[in-house]
Structures are given as C-alpha cells and as structure tokens.
C-alpha cells in the first residue's frame, strides 16, 4: 500500500507525519492536495456528463428505432457483415490440375499447392493449367 494511502485511512498517521513537517511544508502540501481534489472533481463531473449525453443519445436512438418499425435483431442484422464476410470474397479458381481423375483447383493465391507445385518442377508451366 502507498504512504499516502495508508495516511489517508489513518489519521493518527497523519498527524504523526504531518508533526514532522514545517508550516510552509504543509500548507503546500495542502495547496498540492486541494489542486489534485479539483482536478479529480472536475473529471468526474465531466463522466457524469458524458454518461447523462449518452442516456440522451440511447433514448433519441430507442425512439427512431420505435418509430421505424424495425428491431434491434433486424437493425443488426441489416447493417452488421455476415459471419466469415469480414475476411474477404471468395476467389475464382485460376488454375486446374487433373490427377488421376481427381481434379484440385487454385486461385493462384497464397502458397502454392503441393499438387501444383511438384506439377511445375516436373517442367510444366502454370499456363499449361490455366483456366481459360
């Protein structure tokens, strides 16, 4: 625990410390306690005001959704992506390789499929798969 909390929960502490000090010592340290009691007053005002707009906001919000018909279910599910919509479209396969009667596709993007891969170290270009 700080000093100055274990100071401000015992006052006998206190005064014990504060008996220690000199009268310009204490009346800063006064001053100091009384700036920092300001500041700490007008940050919470300034919550309790932000907090009181938001009230406002949230009621004139509740009130256009009432007034469109809409619920917040509906709201969200217009305006919110689809799940998996935010990592981007699929792709078209841009490349085909038939195997064995197995055929594996590739956009051309990212890493390069093993299958394909070994295809164009045996020789063969990456027009010879392409998707035309």
Do not use: H
């Not at 000090?21 to 300034?46: D, H, M, P, S």
């Amino acid at each position: 625990m700080s000093l100055l909390l274990e100071l401000a929960s015992n006052k006998a502490k206190a005064r014990a410390a504060a008996k220690e000090l000199t009268v310009a010592q204490l009346e800063n340290l006064i001053a100091g306690f009384n700036n920092a009691l300001e500041k700490v007053k007008e940050e919470e005002e300034a919550r309790k005001a932000e907090q009181a707009m938001k009230s406002v906001r949230a009621e004139e919000i509740a009130d256009l959704i009432a007034k469109s018909g809409l619920t917040i279910e509906e709201i969200t599910q217009l305006t919110m992506p689809k799940a998996g919509a935010t990592k981007g479209k699929t792709v078209d396969p841009k490349y085909r390789l038939t195997i064995d009667g197995e055929v594996y596709e590739w956009t051309g993007r990212g890493r390069t499929p093993k299958v394909f891969q070994e295809y164009f170290d045996a020789g063969n270009s990456r027009e010879s798969v392409e998707i035309k």
